[in-house]
């Protein structure tokens, strides 16, 4: 996206609402004042400029092989795994990470029940919004047909990621399922995301994926 048009866009909206609420009274300017406008560049600058928390996320940038584990009979179960790989690169100038991962994952076949190899893609984005202080991200992959939008924080150590969101469970017939999403740097060359049914429990494991560095 331009970055000009961005800009011109925020301040257009930002303008747009000023004189909005400024016409309710008939004694406010029409007009902002340059004190006002500088207010404004500045908070535009300080909500779209990359920042820490944007680098916070460079640890994950590269090529990776993974190692998925579902617990379809929940964590005290052994789990099903299957290989993979990731790439993660930074996308829209530093603002997101984009992640394109690609695995065979063991599905249960919709005749027989039977676990099966099935080849699956996914493609994610997560960054950081300025605004919010929050860590963001969204997932999508050709398994689902809905996609996963969550948000969190990371610890003080920074090593530590927890996003927090909704899922359905279709054959459950289940809406709004609460997850916990947890993504830990283990070293340089590792980092671990565990994801948390909490409709279950705080610490129901349901998936683990380790990503280790190509």
């Known amino acids: 996206m331009n ?18 609420t400024q016409a309710v009274s008939q004694d406010a300017p029409a007009m902002p004042t340059p004190e006002q406008m500088k207010e404004m560049m500045e908070i535009h600058a300080r909500v779209t400029t990359p920042g820490p928390g944007h680098r916070a996320l460079d ?20 789990p099903s795994e299957a290989a993979g790989t990731a790439t993660m ?9 984009r992640e394109e991962s690609a695995w065979t994952m063991p599905m249960p076949d919709p005749e027989t029940g039977e676990l099966v190899p099935t080849p699956a893609q996914g493609l994610g984005l997560f960054g950081y919004d300025n605004h919010r202080n929050l860590y963001v991200a ?12 969550v948000r969190g924080s990371a610890d003080p150590s920074g090593r530590v990621f927890r996003y927090y969101g909704e899922m359905d469970e279709p054959m459950l017939g289940v809406t709004g399922r609460m997850v916990k999403y947890e993504t830990r740097i283990v070293d340089r060359n590792t ?7 909490l409709h279950v429990g705080e610490e129901y494991k349901v998936i683990e994926i380790t990503y280790r560095r190509r």
Do not use: C
């Open 59 to 78: 640890h994950f940038i590269g090529d990776w092989e993974t190692t998925t584990k579902v617990y379809w009979g929940g964590p005290s179960m052994p």
């Open 3 to 20: 970055i000009r048009f961005t800009a011109g866009g925020f301040l257009l909206g930002a303008f747009a609402t000023l004189v909005t």
């Open 138 to 149: 969204s997932w999508a992959d050709s398994i689902n047909t809905h996609l996963l939008s």
């Open 89 to 97: 690169q930074w996308v829209l100038d530093g603002r997101f990470v």
């Open 191 to 197: 980092h671990v995301v565990d994801i948390y049914d």
